[in-house]
């Protein structure tokens, strides 16, 4: 059993930068994939990004890429979602889920468990 837990949302002015971070419990955080997704009001959940249980390897979805970094310290069971040049598109509840195994999924069913997410309001 792995329990996430969402942390550096806020409000901040376009243009800006927040930092999101997700603090897992236990002991066998490195052999989970990780991933960031988001929801916007009144629309589907979306993946932003993943990274495997190495680190190695990252994605990162078309409209971030350039703005957005993952990463991961496996030392501190904590990944982090680095978020620049924020737009008010961006604005959503993100959350962090895990996935058994080396490598991430694409998918919301791909992973075995979820933070319950942290709120980002880009204003414009």
């Known amino acids: 059993q792995v329990q996430l837990v969402e942390s550096g949302g806020g409000l901040v002015q376009a243009g800006g930068s927040l930092r999101l971070s997700c603090a897992a419990s236990?002991?066998?955080?490195?052999?989970?994939?990780m991933g960031w997704f988001r929801q916007a009001p009144g629309k589907e959940r979306q993946f932003v990004a993943g990274?495997?249980?190495?680190?190695?390897?990252?994605y990162l979805r078309d409209s971030v890429k350039g703005r957005f970094t993952i990463s991961r310290d496996n030392a501190k069971n904590t990944v982090y979602l680095q978020m620049n040049s924020l737009k008010p598109e961006d604005t959503a509840v993100y959350y962090c889920?895990?996935?058994?195994?080396?490598?991430?999924?694409?998918?919301?069913?791909?992973?075995?468990?979820w933070g319950q997410g942290t709120q980002v309001t880009i204003s414009s």
């Open positions: 236990g002991r066998t955080f490195g052999s989970y994939a």
């Open positions: 990274i495997t249980w190495s680190g190695l390897s990252t």
């Open positions: 889920a895990a996935r058994r195994g080396s490598g991430y999924g694409y998918t919301l069913s791909e992973y075995d468990f």
